[in-house]
């Protein structure tokens, strides 16, 4: 009996032993200060400052906005007017404060574009002491990246890390050069990894907890090695401060803009030639799928890569590359990383089969970015509809014959406008204010939020008009 008390006693202090030895091999994973990462490598975060001169807009002097299409964009309008107009003394140059760090000892400086846009003169402030004028190699408005070149001797730069390698709840510190007061050093953990913030088309953002300050926009954000995994570009705030969800572009996404801002003074992207729009619930289900995703195709531009691969409207776009499309927002930061050139395989679900085809990808232009616009849901203005193209799988869903032609209802919201209208799912839209509709994007066009709109459908029983108009709200 005493000689298995004993062990019992053993069993329990060695449990215990190794509980602690646990606890403090946890805890020797955490580091105890980051003072030597900041020491050695906050000299290659620099300040930056821009002067914008006043323009003239009917002899009044407006300012340039430099945070437009961002985050930052309602603190600069809350500041100058709705209207940009300055609330200081014509003729003052306006100024803009941000951070950005050195990447090579050449001199090249990457920051975000919105920190820079629009600017006469970019300074860029190295330490206490040393100022340069930096010249504009180039800028990513779509990614909010910009890359400055000085000329110095000795200057300190920083390394990239892989940000494909981040994962949730490692460290991160943020280090800026914010109105030139020498340094801001924060830290935290990532708390989440593609964040999409609906500031443009390839959102992909880590998000963390580590205070960005205002003024930090452009500066790095480091892992435990001293790697830059990210570029700080915005927070979420209701008061203008850190509240804990800030946003840095991956540091792999920051340099493949850089090595082609390089070659070819701008960034170069993949062009597939679609318009998509959102899996649904109400599309997964009308397409046969078990849940929202993928990407499906609205249309197919004409002379685009995807026409001449025979992509089709309907199709759901379910891999690119081998990589799966969980949200329709993937798609395009794939194709627009993809090298112009290459043979992408691309897997789609049509007719309720996988089909897996090969496309040439080819390169966006300034022309074909503005057609390359994601149909995105709830651009219905309101009115609880969800829309799909009526290919052959529609058809033979709803048994709509194939000499009509429209858009088909697959979703009507629950005491929506569209749901009061007595609108239903397998109605096809065909006209709109008398305009013949042949696109989801047809009918976000024509339709109106602003007046009643008068909308010929198609039921097996013929054709019947409909008023849609939005009921005053209380």
């Not at 580091?31 to 930056?48: G, M, R, T, W, Y």
């Not at 913030?197 to 960005?212: E, S």
């Not at 996988?354 to 966006?364: C, F, R």
Request: one cysteine or more; hydrophobic letters at 40%; a negative charge.
């Amino acid at each position: 009996m005493k000689f298995k008390s004993s062990i019992l006693c053993a069993l329990v202090v060695l449990c215990a032993f190794n509980a602690q030895a646990l606890s403090l091999g946890a805890l020797a994973t955490k580091p105890a200060s980051f003072a030597d990462l900041v020491e050695q490598h906050s000299k290659a975060v620099v300040n930056i400052s821009t002067e914008t001169k006043p323009r003239k807009i009917a002899g009044r002097e407006v300012p340039q906005n430099p945070f437009e299409n961002s985050p930052f964009g309602q603190f600069f309008e809350d500041f100058f007017g709705p209207n940009g107009i300055p609330q200081q003394p014509n003729g003052r140059p306006q100024q803009s404060l941000g951070s950005g760090v050195i990447i090579s000892e050449e001199g090249y400086v990457v920051t975000n574009a919105h920190v820079v846009k629009g600017a006469d003169i970019i300074k860029v402030r190295v330490g206490e002491d040393d100022e340069f004028e930096a010249k504009l190699v180039g800028s990513d408005t779509k990614n909010d990246v910009a890359l400055l070149k000085i000329e110095g001797d000795k200057l300190p730069f920083v390394s990239f890390g892989d940000s494909d390698k981040v994962r949730v709840g490692d460290w991160a510190i943020a280090i800026g050069n914010p109105f030139g007061l020498g340094g801001s050093v924060s830290a935290g953990i990532i708390s989440a990894l593609g964040r999409n913030i609906q500031q443009g088309p390839y959102d992909h953002f880590l998000q963390t907890d580590a205070a960005i300050n205002p003024g930090n926009s452009g500066g790095p954000l480091f892992n435990t090695d001293g790697k830059v995994i990210g570029i700080n570009t915005a927070i979420l705030s209701r008061t203008g401060g850190s509240q804990g969800i800030g946003f840095a572009i991956p540091s792999n996404t920051v340099m493949k803009i850089v090595n082609q801002i390089k070659e070819h003074g701008r960034p170069i992207r993949g062009w597939l030639g679609v318009r998509i729009q959102k899996v649904t619930p109400e599309l997964a289900e009308a397409f046969g799928l078990d849940k929202g995703r993928g990407a499906l195709i609205a249309e197919v531009t004409q002379d685009s890569p995807a026409e001449k691969a025979s992509l089709e409207r309907g199709d759901i776009i379910m891999s690119y590359q081998g990589e799966e499309i969980k949200e329709m927002s993937d798609l395009p930061r794939l194709v627009a990383e993809t090298k112009i050139g290459t043979e992408a395989t691309i897997v789609v679900m049509r007719e309720g089969k996988e089909k897996s085809i090969q496309v040439k990808i080819d390169e966006l232009s300034d022309e074909n970015e503005a057609l390359e616009q994601e149909i995105e849901e709830g651009k219905d203005h309101g009115f609880g509809l969800t829309l799909a193209p009526l290919n052959s799988q529609m058809r033979k869903q709803y048994k709509v014959d194939k000499k009509t032609d429209g858009v088909v209802i697959v979703g009507v919201a629950p005491r929506s406008e569209a749901a009061r209208a007595g609108l239903r799912p397998g109605d096809v839209v065909l006209q709109i204010n008398q305009k013949y509709v042949a696109t989801v994007r047809d009918v976000q066009r024509y339709l109106s939020a602003d007046k009643t709109n008068l909308l010929l459908i198609h039921r097996k029983n013929g054709n019947s008009f409909v008023a849609l108009k939005k009921q005053a709200e209380d």
